[in-house]
């Protein structure tokens, strides 16, 4: 049994990843970049903890989260340029997604201005 099979009780949150390309073009032929969700799909939220925030030198208006999804070919397309929507925040994704198994799973680290606005 895999890793995310074993933590599916885990998978309790809701998130949306947003997706920046291109979509119709201006007046002068240039490409408008376009939102694009993908989700909402379970997952599992982690913040990290203080000790690993100090460690990694953040400033404290930071949040570092880690989200766990269940692997799917849409949500592996998912790069270190996309967004994270969760509970009325925008989260950047700092790298690309970390695989767990063997295509069970994918792993986002994540980060959002404590005094930033809320995405609506």
């Known amino acids: 049994m895999g890793a995310v099979a ?68 849409r949500v592996a397309r998912v790069g270190a340029t996309a967004q994270i929507l969760y509970e009325g925040r925008t989260f950047e994704i700092v790298a690309p997604p970390k695989e767990i198994g063997r295509r069970e799973g994918l792993e986002f680290s994540a980060t959002a201005r404590a005094d930033g606005p809320a995405h609506a």
Do not use: C, N
Not at 19 to 45: E, H, L, N, R, S
Not at 61 to 73: E, N
């Open 6 to 73: 074993m933590m599916a009780g885990k998978l309790d949150r809701r998130i949306t990843f947003v997706v920046k390309a291109p979509g119709t073009t201006d007046g002068f032929g240039d490409a408008q970049m376009k939102d694009y969700p993908i989700g909402p799909v379970w997952a599992a939220v982690t913040p990290v903890s203080d000790g690993e925030r100090m460690r990694a030198a953040q400033a404290e208006a930071v949040i570092t989260h880690r989200f766990q999804v269940r692997y799917s070919a």
